[in-house]
């Protein structure tokens, strides 16, 4: 029997459908919507670059280019073929003004990318390279997105390096490794301030009043909670300084790689940790600074671990101090009580212990009084 004409062109038409329906669906549309910071200079524009044509194949600028939909706001959005690896980086049209990203607050694209359906990326960069730089005293080298096999996040890296060190090519120099970078020199950090590190450390370099030093300030992540503390994340956090990290800055800059060159520092949960730091490895660090440290959270129980232990620190310096109000009004009893141990029990260590009246748990409290840990560690006057 044969088929009719009508039947004949609806089969035709069905089958069209069908395979045009397949062959759309072979492909997705990406939407980048990226919201930015009011900071951002008035007339730029932004561009993604990447690994596809559609994002100028990493180099052509022309491509790529973000539709403006308010002053905060843009957008970009293209058809890639499903199963398409994307990899790419917001920009303000050059590779000087890449975004930079803070984990735990800022979204950042996770690379690479595997399109497979339609899919709309928000992304919230928390500053840019150039803005970041240019607000900075002296010169910073950045390592974005810094790994160890052992810890679930990457994390920026950035080395500040002091006033002298590519006008003396055959000094070297004495580091201090710097937790919670994104707070130690930059103005919009994730929190409430900044240290002020790089103006404090360059005024007192330039003052004679403390040798020259290289500052290695390591961003923290979304787990920062449990890195920061005796926990098996926070060793390997630890091992990841001792191990991976140093090593890569000792091989890549002047250093003076000794243990009695070689310094931590942090406030809060990243003075409980700097702490650890030196505890666990006096062979590698002599030197800590541990501002408002959060012994009362310490998972590890530290204070209890030094109350019990024998063991001995010789040629070790510590600095603890605390404000008395707001957090540091709980945190106080036990820096008291880590101070009476040491004093105590490890005579070998030289301490210094400051109690801060008025200070409370923030970043303007430890900018204020930045200059005396560094002092202490660093400084050229033997009887600090």
């Known amino acids: 029997m044969k088929l009719r004409p009508a039947y004949v ?23 980048v919507k990226v919201i930015v910071s009011p900071k ?4 730029d524009s932004l561009v993604v670059m990447g ?25 970009f959005s293209t058809t890639f073929a499903v199963n398409t690896s994307l990899e790419f980086q917001i920009t303000r049209g050059s590779w000087y003004k890449t975004a930079i990203y803070t984990y735990g607050r800022y979204e950042a694209p996770k690379m690479p990318f595997i ?23 002296g010169t910073v080298k950045y390592y974005h997105n810094f790994e160890d096999h052992d810890l679930k996040y990457t994390r920026d890296v950035k080395v500040w390096l002091p006033p002298s060190y590519y006008k003396t090519p055959n000094k070297r120099y004495p580091v201090l490794y710097a937790q919670d970078g994104q707070n130690v020199f930059a103005p919009n950090s994730i929190y409430s301030g900044e240290w002020r590190m790089d103006e404090t450390a360059d005024s007192l370099m330039r ?18 909670w449990v890195e920061y503390s005796g926990t098996p994340e926070g060793m390997a956090y630890i091992n990841f300084i001792v191990h991976n990290l140093k090593p890569f800055i000792d091989k890549n800059y002047r250093t003076k790689s000794d243990k009695n060159n070689t310094a931590a520092i942090g406030s809060s949960m990243g003075g409980l940790i ?4 030196v505890w666990l490895h006096p062979e590698v660090f002599s030197k800590a600074a541990c501002l408002s440290s959060g012994f009362a959270y310490d998972d590890g129980h530290i ?14 310096n510590l600095y603890l101090d605390c404000g008395d109000q707001e957090l540091d009004k709980f945190f106080l009893m036990d820096n008291d009580r880590m101070k009476v141990l040491l004093d105590k029990k490890h005579p070998e260590v030289k301490l210094m212990y400051r109690i801060y009246k008025g200070d409370a748990h923030n970043e303007y409290a430890w900018a204020k009084r930045l200059a005396t840990p560094l002092t202490f560690l660093f400084g050229k006057n033997t009887g600090n």
């Open 9 to 31: 062109i609806l089969s035709v038409l069905l089958t069209f459908l069908l395979h045009t329906r397949a062959a759309y669906a072979q492909n997705a549309r990406l939407t």
């Open 207 to 224: 003052a004679g009043k403390t040798e020259e030093f290289i500052i290695v300030a390591i961003d923290n992540t979304k787990d920062r």
């Open 51 to 75: 690994n596809q044509a559609a994002f100028g194949n990493w180099f052509d600028f022309s491509k790529g280019k973000m539709t403006k939909q308010d002053d905060t706001t843009f957008v």
């Open 274 to 277: 700097s702490f650890y730091m």
């Open 115 to 137: 399109i497979k359906k339609d899919t709309v990326l928000t992304i919230r960069p928390s500053n840019w390279n150039d803005l970041f730089n240019r607000s900075i005293t």
């Open 40 to 43: 951002i200079p008035k007339n």
């Open 303 to 316: 204070v209890d671990v030094v109350a019990a232990s024998s063991k001995k620190i010789p040629g070790t």
